[in-house]
């Protein structure tokens, strides 16, 4: 999918432990890290991931294909705390409570995802 998808967190500044957390997960995927834009690889496909430099701003994710990418996304917004934004679609939180620290003006729309399975079927479905 070539629509952009945005990574952001609103519950305060990432820590020490979410970076570590965060890079991880990023370098198994991207292993030439820590740039302004990369290429996640996926056994079926992967995306581009911008902003990877500047974890504390969240990323944007586009092209996304196949299906093990979208665990990934999930996966990420998971160890960061972030609410994973599809334009077009409702905002989805890997984490309920997260709702409480959203803006209101995108708090009315949300929905819980824990898989990527989750969060595919919120997008093909907006």
């Known amino acids: 999918?070539?629509?952009?998808?945005?990574?952001?967190?609103?519950?305060?500044?990432?820590?020490?432990?979410?970076?570590?957390?965060l890079n991880a997960i990023i370098r198994s995927f991207a292993p030439a890290s820590g740039r302004a834009f990369s290429r996640f690889e996926t056994a079926d496909g992967g995306a581009d991931v911008y902003g990877e430099d500047d974890l504390a701003n969240g990323m944007m994710i586009n092209h996304a294909q196949g299906t093990l990418i979208w665990d990934v996304i999930v996966r990420i917004a998971q160890a960061g705390r972030f609410a994973i934004m599809p334009v077009g679609c409702p905002t989805c939180l890997t984490d309920p409570a997260l709702a409480a620290t959203l803006p209101s003006e995108i708090a009315s729309d949300t929905r819980v995802v824990s898989t990527g399975r989750d969060l595919l079927a919120v997008i093909t479905h907006s």
Not at 6 to 14: A, E, S
Request: aromatic content about 14%; charged content about 30%.
């Open 1 to 21: 999918m070539s629509f952009d998808i945005f990574l952001q967190r609103f519950d305060g500044p990432l820590t020490d432990a979410d970076k570590v957390a």
